[in-house]
Structures are given as structure tokens and as C-alpha cells.
């Protein structure tokens, strides 16, 4: 009749806990795993951040490089515009010149050809009458 020890199989009675602690600090260990928890949480939601961050920057770069891309097709093509309007002006230039030489030439064989024409005729006007 005394007392009951745990081996006798005796399962309702509750067993005291071999180490006591004070309610201070079992609200302490209580508080630190919230803690624990929350900072597990918070830390979740920055590498979510990072992540979405990443992606960003990478896709940012990614657009970079595309357009780099383009922009380098848009000077090539650009280049070659150029390169033909300079090509077109050079060939006008030089058959503007060419004609230019040619009317020159053209003007001083007909007023060479006047000169001679004048000379060669006897003009009434310039006759004996106009010697008076």
C-alpha cells in the first residue's frame, strides 16, 4: 500500500520531469524559438527577394544583350546606307565635273569658232564708212 513506482506499469500517473526550470526561463526558450521561427520565415522571404532579384537582373541583361545585338545590325545597315549615298555622290560629282569640263571646252571652241567666223567676213558696217 505505499507507494507507486513507474515500473509497475501504472500509465496514468504523470511523471515529473527529472530537471525543473523556472517559468522565466522556459518563457525565455518559448521566445527564442519564436524567434527561431520568425528569423527562419524572414529568412525565407529574403532568398525569395534575392531570387526574384536575380531573375530580374539576369533577364535585364539578357534584354541588354539583345538590344546590343540590335543596335550593332542597325549600325551595320547604316553603314552600308551610307556607303552607298557616298558611293551615289561621288559618281554624280564626277559626271558633274565631267560635264562641266565638257561646257567649258564646248564654250571655248564656239567662241573660238565666233572669233574666226568674225575675222574671216568682211562686215559692210566695218567698211570704208567706218573709217570717216
Known sequence: MGQTSSS??????IEEPAVKISPELGQKIALDYQNEELNNVWKGVQVSILDRRNQRDNAIKSDMA???LVDEQQRQLMAARHKQLDDRIAVLQSQFH???LEIEHGTKVFWEDLDT????KNLPCLGPRAHW
Open 66 to 68: 539583345q538590344q546590343q
Open 117 to 120: 567666223q568674225v575675222k574671216e
Open 8 to 13: 509497475d506499469g501504472d500509465s496514468s500517473a
Open 98 to 100: 565631267d560635264q562641266m
